[in-house]
């Protein structure tokens, strides 16, 4: 959730000697240490009975406040301690948290949640609707001071004096609160507020909350709670402190206490992370490189799940101060076209920021495809590296003279008075004369940025236009761009995985602080507006959301060129469960929309690991379209290789309905079925619960209406053609319409459908789906259609055993993952296993209590044949975890003399800004 904010002056030089004083007295502290260790060595101490992780940054938490956070480990904190309606999985995919279920009316205008019950906070009380209603409200009761969640909130329904109902948030039934929007609300599951305390809250004002309200004891009920020296900590800069919340209701880590820390600089952090003293370390392209092939440390690089990309962006800012001042030419979108074929973005993601990001575009990062417009997809629209073409634009729009006289010699000019209509709408003239000069603002703390800005300044000649660099503190950065002093500027934004929160800044609904170019463009607000109206129809919702970011990339006020990389590392010899950041991008730690499932899997090293089910798989996949009070029946699938373990199946059916079953983890599918009474669109979902850790399906679209008068029904079964067993879990659709239906366990199915004539196919995952066309329905009768499935499926199978002797683990925990699967299971008591697989290729991960786990990709399976991995696992060593604090800055000494790293105090928040410009928003529609 990338915010800006304008950025007090007194706060940010406090903030800056704040961590003057820290950086300095680590210097002071390491000289010293320096002195006492002319050869520093590593001093281990017995593992500890509680478990401690520590993980490491180079920003500062700079509020205990979430209303007041701006960096990434701020908001990592608050995701700890509190909890949101719903979090998301690995994958990006809403899952229950606070709310166990949602729904919306027919519109989707209003939504209800139904609150989890047994929750406690932190102090021991219980959480209860009360508190979230409380929470909904407060955040919108005045957003001229309290704007931290605006994006989320600003469509709520605010309430008039006395008014108690159809607005805001209400309770509507014990455990159910009901929240009012003013128009259909698509993303009502992503809603990522933090869950506050009435009784902490309510008697602090929304102008405190947003500007002095240091919350120095944090009350939540997320997986970890703060230390009671948590606000002394965070005062005197010291590593803060959480403990695991034993009865989380997603199920408690295994982390007993939580340690975040920031270092001054990254030569200590990548020497702490070496040594042993922390075990995770988000680090810069440089760093990353530092730790290439380091003993018992992993890294890892991908796309941010935080949207996070970086533009050049161009006021639109239109003031009589501001205009006297600015030059015109920045209204002009030729100019601002031709600057972004002006820019080599291959070239900056390469050489500016060594290959880790990807070359960028529009406003939603490739991190979510599905909602991110490829502007290449559309012949005319990309505005990719061309100089003759950038130079001939300019030429066509009116700039073709020259300060040098001749074409090419010195700076380009308008030739004559070049009125026209901008993208605001605004009828502007830039006057004959005007010169192509600009001033781009730029962040002291990046130095990526600069350099970015140092090529464009070059680049740009070419096409004779001056660039002019201001380089400056991002406090002053704020100042200047929400103030309207440039023209241009590098700045960034990130996001959650929903495009409701990056297309509102960019929306004229937002200009009370968060758009940050005051770019009003009727077009794009109409198409926000729809988008957010098209709840009920993901595809079309998606093609809006594509039309606008098509609209604001062909404007250029953004010139959007890199979508980057997060860079990360970690101990393999402390903890196992990191998984695999790329494939599933929300295990990353930048992942920060509360209960993130890597915090809550990791396990120590060598101590009894608890695996987690595999993520859940509905079929019928959906989308199905059933009618009211008609069965639908689905059947899920998951497996946990955990041996004498209990699951617990919850069947959530989007009308607050839902169904529990209780199983061992022997069995892998549960089979439940539900009527919908109200035509709507429902989404289905499934979550499996082992214990310790919940797994949560995608969702299945539901789309249930009233039956016509004349049906009639298509029953059959779906068996295996070589063994003529019943199939169960198999699915069933009939076309067209897209009615659905799941095989029982007998393998039998009956859909209703209106009297027509269908295609009915029948698919399972291990076997050929067959087709069967011409089926003919009448009025009140059934229409037999079986099938018999041919099998495709190969095996997986090998042995595991130890390093140590040879001899084979029993019990060993086998996960094998690919082509969109997951399967999960344990080896006999001969250290064997073997497991049925659709022909593909994939990855196979062998682990086992007291060992190292071992991870093999590439392993192709064909029909009918069987692939052989075997694993040979080292036994964790012995030793301790710890080292002692004065070797732990001698470390820190002697990393700064092997690598040369430049100092990044990255703020990857963005809030709106804290002045109140003048600025007509436009009514809501």
């Not at 800006?4 to 002071?28: H, P, S």
């Not at 229950?96 to 919306?104: E, K, Q």
Request: proline share 5%; glycine share 8%; with cysteine.
């Amino acid at each position: 959730m990338g915010r800006r904010r304008l950025r007090v002056a007194l706060e940010a030089v406090r903030i800056r000697q704040m961590r003057l004083g820290v950086i300095c007295g680590l210097v002071v502290f390491v000289l010293l240490a320096s002195a006492s260790f002319s050869a520093p060595g590593v001093t281990t101490n017995a593992r500890a009975a509680q478990v401690d992780f520590h993980m490491g940054f180079l920003e500062a938490v700079d509020y205990l406040n979430p209303f007041r956070g701006l960096n990434d480990p701020s908001y990592e904190l608050y995701g700890f301690i509190y909890d949101y309606l719903f979090s998301l999985d690995q994958d990006g995919h809403p899952i229950p948290n606070i709310a166990t279920d949602a729904s919306c009316d027919l519109t989707c205008r209003n939504w209800t949640y139904a609150i989890r019950q047994g929750v406690k906070w932190s102090d021991g009380t219980d959480l209860t609707a009360d508190d979230v209603a409380f929470t909904v409200n407060y955040n919108i009761q005045n957003f001229l001071h309290l704007w931290a969640f605006e994006p989320y909130v600003n469509r709520i329904v605010g309430c008039a004096p006395n008014q108690a109902t159809g607005c805001g948030a209400v309770i509507t039934a014990p455990s159910q609160v009901t929240v009012y929007f003013d128009r259909p609300f698509a993303p009502g599951k992503i809603m990522f507020i933090p869950i506050i305390q009435k009784a902490q809250w309510q008697g602090i004002s929304a102008q405190a909350a947003q500007g002095s309200f240091l919350n120095l004891n944090p009350i939540g009920t997320g997986p970890f709670y703060a230390d009671a020296t948590i606000g002394s900590r965070w005062q005197n800069s010291q590593p803060l402190l959480l403990h695991k919340n034993p009865n989380y209701h997603l199920g408690a880590p295994k982390i007993d206490n939580l340690y975040m820390e920031q270092f001054s600089d990254e030569a200590t952090l990548v020497g702490a992370l070496k040594a042993g003293a922390i075990d995770l370390a988000k680090l810069t392209p440089n760093g990353y490189r530092a730790l290439a092939n380091t003993p018992n440390i992993e890294r890892q690089t991908s796309l941010l799940s935080t949207q996070y990309w970086n533009e050049i962006g161009f006021t639109q800012l239109s003031s009589n101060s501001v205009n006297k001042k600015l030059n015109p030419a920045r209204w002009d979108q030729n100019v601002r076209r031709a600057l972004a074929m002006a820019t080599n973005k291959d070239f900056i993601v390469s050489n500016k920021y060594l290959g880790f990001g990807t070359r960028g575009d529009t406003l939603v990062s490739p991190i979510t495809p599905f909602w991110w417009y490829d502007p290449t997809s559309e012949s005319g629209v990309n505005l990719t590296f061309n100089l003759t073409k950038a130079n001939q634009l300019l030429d066509s729009a009116g700039y073709s003279s020259w300060t040098g006289g001749t074409p090419g010699s010195g700076i380009r000019m308008a030739a004559r008075d070049l009125t026209f209509t901008n993208t605001n709408g605004q009828l502007v003239t830039v006057p004959v004369g005007t010169q192509l000069v600009f001033t781009m603002a730029v962040r002291q703390e990046f130095q990526q940025e600069q350099d970015t800005a140092a090529y464009l300044q070059q680049e740009w000649s070419s096409v004779g236009v001056q660039l002019n660099i201001k380089v400056e503190l991002e406090s002053a950065l704020s100042n200047d761009v929400y103030g309207g002093a440039v023209e241009t500027y590098i700045w960034y934004w990130s996001a959650d995985p929903d495009p409701n929160y990056i297309l509102s800044i960019e929306s004229g609904f937002t200009l009370d602080g968060w758009n940050d170019n005051y770019w009003n463009n009727a077009t794009y607000n109409t198409l926000y507006v729809d988008q957010l109206a098209a709840a009920t129809n993901v595809t079309q919702r998606q093609q809006i959301v594509y039309a606008a970011e098509k609209v604001n990339y062909e404007s250029a006020v953004y010139i959007i060129y890199i979508y980057q990389n997060g860079t990360w590392a970690y101990r393999t010899d402390r903890f196992t469960g990191w998984g695999d950041w790329t494939a599933h991008p929300y295990r990353q730690m930048d992942a920060f929309w509360g209960a993130n499932p890597l915090f809550l899997e990791l396990t120590p090293s060598g101590g009894p690991v608890n695996n987690c089910p595999t993520t859940p798989v509905i079929q019928p996949a959906g989308p199905v379209s059933t009618f009211t009070n008609t069965t639908v029946t689905f059947t899920g699938t998951a497996s946990d290789p955990d041996q004498n373990q209990n699951l617990t199946w919850t069947w959530s059916w989007g009308d607050m309905g839902s169904t529990v079953h209780q199983t061992t983890t022997a069995v892998t599918q549960d089979t439940a079925s539900h009527q919908w009474i109200l035509p709507g669109t429902y989404n289905v979902s499934l979550a499996v619960f082992d214990g310790q850790c919940t797994k949560t399906s995608s969702n299945v679209r539901i789309t249930a209406s009233t039956p016509p008068p004349d049906v009639g029904w298509i029953n059959g079964t779906v068996t295996d053609a070589v063994t003529a067993q019943p199939l169960s879990g198999a699915t069933v659709l009939v076309e067209p319409g897209g009615y659905a239906q799941g095989t029982n366990a007998t393998g039998a199915y009956s859909i209703s459908v209106p009297v027509g004539t269908y295609v009915v196919g029948a698919g399972s995952a291990l076997y050929v789906p067959k087709v069967q066309s011409n089926v003919n329905v009448s009025r009140g009768n059934t229409t037999i259609v079986d099938f018999a499935l041919t099998p495709n499926f190969g095996w997986i199978a090998g042995t595991v055993t130890s390093m140590a002797g040879g001899g084979a683990i029993s019990g060993a925990a086998i996960l094998i993952y690919g082509n969109g699967q997951e399967f999960a299971l344990s080896t006999n008591a001969q250290g064997k296993y073997n497991k049925s697989v659709a022909p593909g290729t994939y990855s196979v991960r062998a682990s086992a209590d007291g060992y190292i786990a071992v991870n093999k990709t590439g392993q192709t399976t064909t029909a009918a044949a069987t692939r052989v991995v075997d694993f040979q696992l080292s036994p964790v060593p012995a030793g301790g975890t710890g080292i002692s604090t004065l070797v732990y800055v001698g470390i820190g000494l002697a990393a700064i003399v092997a690598i040369a790293v430049a100092v990044f105090f990255l703020r990857m928040r963005r809030r709106r800004a804290d002045e109140q410009g003048k600025i007509d928003i436009p009514p809501r529609p």
